[in-house]
């Protein structure tokens, strides 16, 4: 069908979704067949300073503003920002760049809490600036660990190279099984 067919479709609600689902169903099974399984990693891009990093989609549940109002953890280390109440479900806040040493995250306009996509450890990690979605080949894909200003080495899996531009992957599993993160008690 052309567009001008969905017009035409427009007094027939229910045949107008089912076409625009079959089409979307079409076109991403073009996708699908257009490249080789394991051909393209998307991760999401975030900033912490001065620095980007990516971590993978599928460790990272959702991204949210930074909520009003946090409720401190009497006992807790600094970079535990407190408790969100996220949708009637508590979620601990962690300032990423406060854990990593790299001083405490001003809460601006543009940051950010990425909800940690973990079966065990619930946790938001409050970020600069959430870049957006990343895609890259596999072949950009590099395990040399690139330099980094907050020396966060024990906790990357590697870079993405594209042109100039480097992008450590940040590993979400390792920074949330690591004893340093579970061991947010000040004393």
């Not at 001003?106 to 970020?127: E, F, K, T, Y």
Request: aromatic share 8%; hydrophobic share 45%.
């Amino acid at each position: 069908m052309t567009a001008v067919a969905l017009r035409s479709m427009l007094d027939k609600p229910y045949e107008l979704l089912m076409e625009i689902e079959n089409r979307a169903r079409a076109a991403q099974a073009g996708q699908v067949r257009d490249m080789q399984a394991g051909d393209e990693w998307v991760g999401v891009s975030f900033r912490l300073g001065a620095e980007t990093f990516l971590v993978a989609r599928e460790e990272t549940r959702e991204v949210l503003g930074v909520p009003n109002f946090l409720t401190r953890v009497p006992g807790a280390k600094p970079w535990i920002r407190g408790l969100a109440n996220i949708r009637g479900q508590l979620l601990p806040v962690v300032d990423l760049r406060g854990f990593l040493g790299g001083g405490a995250a001003q809460i601006g306009r543009s940051a950010r809490i990425m909800v940690v996509n973990h079966r065990d450890v619930p946790a938001g990690l409050l970020v600069d600036e959430v870049l957006g979605f990343r895609r890259f080949n596999d072949g950009e894909f590099n395990t040399q660990l690139p330099a980094t200003i907050l020396h966060c080495d024990r906790y990357l899996a590697g870079a993405f190279r594209r042109g100039n531009e480097v992008s450590p992957v940040f590993g979400l599993r390792a920074l949330l099984e690591s004893n340093e993160f579970l061991m947010g008690a000040a004393h």
